[in-house]
């Protein structure tokens, strides 16, 4: 019994040692090559369980998924026009031969390192084609896509295939940056300025219609009302006048009532001379008669 538990025992023991030398599992995500002493031997890119030689043998996976290579920002690029710009830029590209991606770059790290120097120095190129106007404006996918096309053949010798290359932005050195912007700050105060002086003298303008418009109505209306006022006092003289004509003694009479009203007031002390009108109807209505 003891020596069938010690057998049992030593199953386990090397199955422990030797299946993980011998079976290996490549998932979904993954590509792997098999080598022998450093040298590959095989690449397996389907995913499934898979069989060594156990010790000698060892297993190096690689990301079947599309790898990120993000190049820093580059200040010392030169436009057509001698002028520099910063333009920070990444690509995305995958592991399509492992094998040769193996014996060429050996590991993902040194794959980032040695794109990411192709890549800039295809984007030095195409920089050097354009002028920073263009560059910054309307030229941005077409440079985007003759670098892609420059470093594709050159990443298929590592095994590698590019998907796309991305420009992040594309702008001016920061010693730069400043003058532009204050440039930008001046010409819009320089606009802003010219809409306001343009404002300011509509503005007068309107004004000075109104002013003068108000001014005319406002003789014109004075000058009817001195019109209608003129013809007013006309007829009324001309009533008058008529009415007078009329009646002169009635109009004496009422003419003197006005005077008496007006002079003789409550308590009051009125000195007249005897051959004054006012005192002609204070003695008797008989001289009016007899006239």
Do not use: C, H, W
């Not at 040692?17 to 792997?32: K, L, R, S, Y």
């Not at 980032?112 to 309307?138: G, P």
């Amino acid at each position: 019994m003891k020596a069938f538990a010690s057998i049992i025992i030593a199953i386990i023991v090397l199955g422990a040692i030797f299946v993980p030398q011998t079976f290996f599992v490549v998932d979904e995500t993954n590509m792997a090559i098999v080598t022998r002493f450093g040298e590959p031997l095989r690449s397996i890119k389907a995913p499934g369980l898979n069989i060594k030689a156990p010790f000698v043998d060892q297993t190096r996976y690689f990301d079947k998924r599309l790898l990120l290579f993000d190049a820093p920002p580059d200040d010392t690029l030169l436009t057509k026009d001698k002028k520099r710009l910063v333009i920070d830029i990444y690509a995305r590209g995958k592991i399509t031969d492992p094998f040769r991606f193996y014996r060429t770059l050996n590991s993902e790290a040194q794959a980032q390192s040695r794109v990411i120097a192709i890549i800039s120095s295809e984007l030095r190129e195409e920089i050097a084609k354009d002028t920073q106007a263009e560059i910054i404006r309307t030229s941005r996918a077409k440079i985007m896509n003759n670098v892609r096309d420059a470093v594709a053949p050159q990443l298929s010798e590592f095994g590698m295939q590019i998907i796309d290359v991305r420009m992040k932005r594309a702008d001016f050195p920061p010693e730069i940056s400043e003058s532009i912007y204050e440039r930008m700050r001046a010409e819009r105060k320089r606009i802003a300025d010219r809409e306001r002086a343009e404002g300011a003298q509509q503005d007068a303008e309107i004004r000075s219609s109104v002013d003068r418009q108000t001014a005319i109505i406002r003789a014109e209306a004075e000058r009817d009302a001195n019109i209608i006022r003129g013809a007013g006092e006309a007829e009324s003289i001309s009533i008058f006048a008529e009415a007078v004509g009329q009646s002169p003694d009635f109009y004496k009479f009422q003419r003197s009532l006005e005077a008496y009203s007006s002079s003789l007031k409550e308590n009051s002390t009125l000195v007249i001379p005897a051959e004054s009108d006012l005192f002609e109807f204070l003695q008797s209505p008989q001289p009016m008669q007899e006239k």
